[in-house]
């Protein structure tokens, strides 16, 4: 099992119960880390990939055909897959930004609050 598998269990296995912030946390950073890995490969595989069809210049079935400018046509699509994954990884920022904006209220009287609990019976807790 490869790095990414590791990291997709990783974020599959977060769930949202108990303490909700921290799991939140949790799961933007867990993200964050297997986008910066799909990053990585997909840079590899983008300039791995157009040296392999550059070094087709001068093959007999492609005679006339402007071979590097084919290549960075067909690498296109994994730039723009890796600017994908970028947007993943800024998203999930964003997550838990707009988690902690919308709930600031709530995480400041937890830390306020004194040991006895409320009657709050739900199934999750700040």
């Given at each position: 099992?490869?790095?990414?598998?590791?990291?997709?269990?990783?974020?599959?296995?977060?769930?949202?119960?108990?303490?909700?912030?921290?799991?939140?946390?949790?799961?933007?950073?867990?993200?964050?880390?297997?986008?910066?890995?799909?990053?990585?490969?997909?840079?590899?595989?983008?300039?791995?990939?157009?040296?392999?069809?550059?070094?087709?210049?001068?093959?007999?079935?492609?005679?006339?055909?402007?071979?590097?400018?084919?290549?960075?046509?067909?690498?296109?699509?994994?730039?723009?897959?890796?600017?994908?994954?970028?947007g993943i990884s800024a998203e999930a920022v964003k997550?838990?930004?707009?988690?902690?904006?919308?709930?600031?209220?709530?995480?400041?009287?937890?830390?306020?609050?004194?040991?006895?609990?409320?009657?709050?019976?739900?199934?999750?807790?700040?």
């Amino acid at each position: 099992m490869g790095t990414g598998q590791t990291r997709l269990d990783e974020i599959s296995n977060i769930e949202f119960h108990g303490k909700v912030p921290a799991k939140i946390t949790a799961y933007t950073t867990a993200t964050q880390r297997f986008a910066h890995d799909l990053v990585r490969e997909l840079d590899a595989a983008e300039s791995a990939a157009e040296s392999a069809m550059t070094q087709l210049k001068g093959h007999p079935l492609l005679l006339g055909v402007d071979v590097r400018a084919r290549a960075w046509r067909v690498t296109r699509h994994l730039r723009e897959a890796r600017e994908v994954v970028l947007g993943i990884s800024a998203e999930a920022v964003k997550f838990n930004l707009q988690f902690r904006q919308e709930f600031l209220e709530a995480l400041e009287a937890m830390s306020k609050r004194d040991t006895k609990r409320s009657d709050y019976k739900g199934k999750v807790d700040l």
